[in-house]
């Protein structure tokens, strides 16, 4: 979790969360300055860590194992997710799948949600938990949507959540502090197309028009509209879904791997580290300038 969070977790007193935020910084600042490497999952973090910091930042992403996440839906555990889930049969399924907590800004999957299933016949299915998930209960059921909304909590890998991401329609995201977001590579890699806010590292999974689409934060009707458009174009939806999967071999979890050990061996292999922790009169006064808040 990267400083920025703060705001969402901190009451919303005059200067407290820039405050938390600022702090934040300077103690990761400090933090890094300790370690020979800095590695990151995206290169959206890198560049903000670098410019934060100082330190140049290795980007090696997370991987997920495509095994386990991938099309196609079996049609009889299909049946068996829906039954278990209370979910009726051939209805059009809106997934979400995170923490349900202040920051992930779940209330706008639901208010885009609601706006969309206003004109369409869809369920949403939020698959989490959190301190979130009452109040969120309770937006749908002031929407009208009560009924159609179904929250069953966390739900393990063992538990069937690969066949949950199978069985859905879309995958929807609204979160603005994502670092690399994970649960975006397991729609991807299961053929789901995607309908995410264009924020922090999200565009790096999210290709707009291509695997998915992006909105700007903020505006529920846009992805309102994003979601209607993907339930209205099965067709559009399932070649979105095929460019996802694609795209998601790239993070398999077993090329993650070699990409860490790599880094690693390169690491054990430097010659003359502590005179390569040295830095110069320049360097250090970049830092400074840094630290100090006068550049970027």
């Known amino acids: 979790m ?19 935020e600022t702090a934040g910084w300077m103690y990761l600042r400090l933090m890094v300055r300790k370690f020979t490497s800095v590695i990151t999952s995206t290169r959206t973090i890198s560049n903000v860590v670098t410019r934060r910091t100082g330190i140049q930042a290795e980007t090696i992403p997370c991987g997920i194992n495509t095994h386990t ?16 889930l209370n979910l009726p049969l051939n209805v059009p399924i809106i997934l979400h799948v995170g923490r349900l907590d202040p920051e992930k800004r779940v209330e706008q999957v639901v208010l885009a949600a609601a706006q969309a299933m206003n004109k369409l016949d869809a369920h949403l299915l939020i698959v989490g938990d959190g301190c979130e998930k009452p109040s969120l209960v ?64 999200i565009s790096e999974v999210v290709h707009d028009g291509i695997n998915g689409y992006l909105t700007v934060p903020g505006d529920v009707k846009a992805l309102a509209n994003a979601i209607a458009a993907l339930l209205q174009s099965p067709e559009k939806s399932r070649q979105m879904g ?43 006064w970049k830092r400074l300038k840094i630290w100090m808040g006068f550049s970027e």
Not at 3 to 17: C, I, N
Not at 149 to 169: D, T
Not at 242 to 267: S, V, W
């Open 138 to 201: 309770q937006l749908c059921q002031s929407l009208g949507m009560g009924d159609r909304a179904h929250f069953p909590g966390y739900i393990s890998v063992e538990e069937g959540l690969p066949e949950i991401y199978r069985m859905a329609s879309l995958f929807v995201m609204t979160s603005e502090v994502e670092s690399q977001g994970i649960v975006l590579l397991e729609a991807a890699a299961s053929g789901l197309p995607i309908a995410a806010v264009n924020a922090t590292s």
């Open 69 to 84: 996440f991938h099309p196609p839906p079996s049609p009889d555990l299909e049946i068996a997710t829906r039954s278990r």
């Open 242 to 284: 095929r460019e996802g999967h694609k795209l998601a071999k790239n993070y398999d979890i077993q090329h993650t791997r070699i990409l860490h050990e790599q880094f690693y061996e390169r690491l054990i292999n430097r010659k003359h580290v502590p005179a390569a922790r040295k830095t110069t009169l320049h360097t250090r």
């Open 2 to 20: 990267l400083p920025w969070s703060a705001k969402y977790l901190l009451p919303d007193l005059p200067g407290l969360r820039s405050l938390a």
